[in-house]
């Protein structure tokens, strides 16, 4: 009878110490129909580290949002009374004045402060990695932000090989 052969042992830092990072490439579609390849330098975070930055995030958008919705309510009561005292108030428009710009703005800000949370460099030559830069590439390429935070996501659920540093 054959005796049963052990696997070899592996070696991996199952508590690695300090910050890891990885670079991934992302492929950001352009309004002309070109793609612009960038590699940027992700920090890698574990499983439970996702979940708590996501319940974060949601936390934030959540806090604007009741924020929001308790000034839109403080505009209706102000408007109900006035109303009562035989006021005439006109209604809140439905779309008020710089509301798309408002909210792409806002969007943009949600996405570069995402960003920031998973990324800490890239390839772009003669710009630097930064707040700005990224507003500027999210404002610039529609997609870009979707595309990031999605390479991002599929590098640490895929692995990759090669391409973690310390």
């Known amino acids: 009878m054959a005796a049963k052969q052990q696997p070899s ?3 991996i830092d199952l508590y690695p110490e300090g910050p890891i990072t990885f670079t991934a490439p992302v492929e950001i579609p352009t309004a002309a129909g070109d793609t612009v390849h960038i590699e940027f ?5 574990t499983r439970k580290q996702l979940g708590e930055l996501a319940d974060a995030r949601v936390a934030r958008v959540r806090a604007r949002f009741d924020a929001e919705d308790a000034e839109r309510k403080r505009r209706e009561a102000e408007r109900a009374a006035a109303r009562e005292r ?3 108030v ?3 428009p439905a779309f008020p ?4 710009l408002d909210d792409a703005v806002q969007e943009i800000a949600d996405s570069v402060e ?3 949370e998973i990324a800490e460099g890239w390839n772009i030559d003669g710009h630097e990695f930064n707040a700005e830069n990224l507003q500027q590439l999210c404002d610039l390429h529609g997609a870009a932000a979707n595309r990031i935070s999605t390479a991002y996501r599929e590098a640490l659920a895929n692995g990759r090989l090669g ?3 310390r």
């Open 9 to 11: 042992k592996v070696k």
């Open 86 to 88: 035989g006021e005439e």
């Open 163 to 165: 391409n973690s540093k």
């Open 114 to 116: 995402g960003l920031l």
């Open 97 to 100: 004045p710089g509301k798309y």
């Open 90 to 92: 006109d209604d809140e």
């Open 41 to 45: 330098v992700f920090k890698h975070r």
